[in-house]
């Protein structure tokens, strides 16, 4: 079969060579931002004076066709024609005749497909952005209903001091919203336009190159062909982005895994979101956030994919740059499905308050506040955290928490102690007492939550 590059060669490559160099099977997710793409350039060919008028006519209407089938699926895509670029040229030139040829005049496959990927890009990165707004939403509306809800924080995995559950839920809040960022910022790099750069050294027709970026809606052009051609850098971003909120939904994942656990049973996992075992009648498997926790792993893998592609690659284009797309659409597809798996599992989740209260009790979560409490009746911390790690040790012995001590052996390990630490000492008071600017304190979380809800409202 000829190729539409086949001028210069003497006899075609088997069948199987040409299946290992086509890039069909996957680049057809680009259709659409392909014939977009091709359609600004054949617009300014005619603005430009490159085609005519007529020219100009038929190809339009030929690629708003395709546009159209493509639209209802209903384009087939061959190996034969390597990748979508080559396919939709075939197609154009049966669709309208030899006139279709003229579409590629000053226009390179390099700039072509680069075009398509910041087309692509752009329009995945907004509805990401959307989908991390939703479950702000829901992480936003779960902690307005608990803000007085208790559990133990933790450090080393250890009980540490008493929170409240709605900062715990507003930390990975403040998380998304630096991933949202991060994407929003990115935007910047991947709406500049590289079409018009040829195949690497710009062209002989006098194309304009701003008239093609404003249609296709860029913020601007590529000032450099060589580097229009041969940047990867906006898919490496979007990688890394990707990467770093994997790791939070992995982090949250592995939370949520600990928490419908048996052994802590803070929540309970709505049955749409766990699964059962074929073997075990009784097991309530958290699969969606094992799966997500997993899934982290292929999305790092993506990223460093792609640095290694990169890495050493001489300007300009060079085929291994074929390897940028499958690693970037299969993140889009699992960063896309995580989000949305995530918002309905947090949303539909049932917390069992009561375990969560519990905890902070048969515990030792408040020996912080006994040591402050000395401290504010003049003791150095130091001291106190001897006196309070004596009298912990002391319940350990004794199989007793702190509420549990009489007085007396209160004022024998020292005579600052009163009455009132029976009040400081409860888990409510200890958590409701850090009000310090950020700290868990129920007058600090709702601070933080008026903040939280001023940033969705404001986009
Ligand atoms: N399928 C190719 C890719 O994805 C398109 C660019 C081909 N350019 C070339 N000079 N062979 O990278």
Known sequence: MKKLWGGRFTKSAEE???EFGASISFDQNLVEEDIQGSLAHVNMLGHCG???IDEVKQIKNGLEKLLQRAKNNELTFSVQYEDIHLNIEKMLIEE????????????SRNDQVATDMHLYLRKEVKEILGLIRDFQKVLIEKAEK???TILPGYTHLQRAQPISFAHHLLAYFWMLQRDYERFFESIKRINISPLGAGALAGTTFPIDRSYTAQLLEFDGIYENSLDAVSDRDFILEFLS?????MTHLSRFSEEIILWSSREF???ELDDAFATGSSMMPQKKNPDMAELIRGKTGRVYGNLIGLFTVLKGLPLTYNKDLQEDKEGMFDTVTTIKGSLKIFTKMVETMTVHEEVMEKATKDDFSNATELADYLVTKGMPFREAHEVVGKLVLHCIQEGKYLLDLPLSTYKEASDLFAEDIYNVLQPRTVVARRNS????GFEQVRKQLIKAKEIVDSR
């Open 146 to 148: 608990h803000v007085e």
């Open 50 to 52: 490159i085609l005519t």
């Open 16 to 18: 199987w060579v040409d």
């Open 241 to 245: 982005h990707a990467s770093i909120l």
């Open 437 to 440: 600017a950020g700290g868990t």
């Open 96 to 107: 309208i005749g030899p006139v279709g040829g003229k579409l590629h005049t000053g226009r």
């Open 265 to 267: 049973q803070f929540i």
